[in-house]
């Protein structure tokens, strides 16, 4: 299992975080870094990440319910303000890979959040 640490040089997403690579912030505070997603499946679409480095959904552990969940009442609000419809006609769609089996293609827990009026390019 990978080792969780504060940040990881070698990181995508944690050189988005640092500064080093330049994104379109969304929100950020003191733990969440929220920027959108530079190849877009749907209108919206943006990343939700710790700052902190977690490699992924697989090293989440008690610890961290407050951090995920901050994140989760955090989803709708931003989607919203980026410019998802309103439920019930409207929404958005969360998704979170893991591991290789999963798809994940950058080893630093994030969540997609898409949404948007409908036929988007995947999903």
């Not at 969780?4 to 929100?27: E, M």
């Not at 009442?73 to 409207?90: F, R, S, W």
């Not at 890979?97 to 293609?105: A, F, I, K």
């Not at 959040?113 to 036929?119: D, H, Y």
Request: aromatic share 8%; proline share 9%; hydrophobic share 40%.
């Amino acid at each position: 299992m990978d080792e969780i640490v504060d940040s990881d040089p070698n990181c995508l997403f944690c050189k988005i975080v640092r500064g080093q690579i330049p994104s379109k912030v969304v929100y950020q505070d003191d733990e969440i870094f929220v920027f959108d997603d530079i190849h877009p499946w749907a209108p919206v679409h943006f990343l939700m990440i710790p700052k902190r480095h977690i490699p992924s959904m697989a090293q989440i552990g008690p610890e961290h319910a407050a951090l995920l969940g901050r994140m989760l009442v955090l989803a709708p609000q931003l989607a919203l303000q980026q410019g998802c419809n309103p439920y019930p006609e409207g929404g958005f769609r969360i998704l979170c890979n893991t591991g290789d089996e999963g798809r994940q293609e950058v080893r630093h827990l994030h969540i997609h959040v898409m949404g948007g009026a409908r036929p988007w390019l995947k999903g």
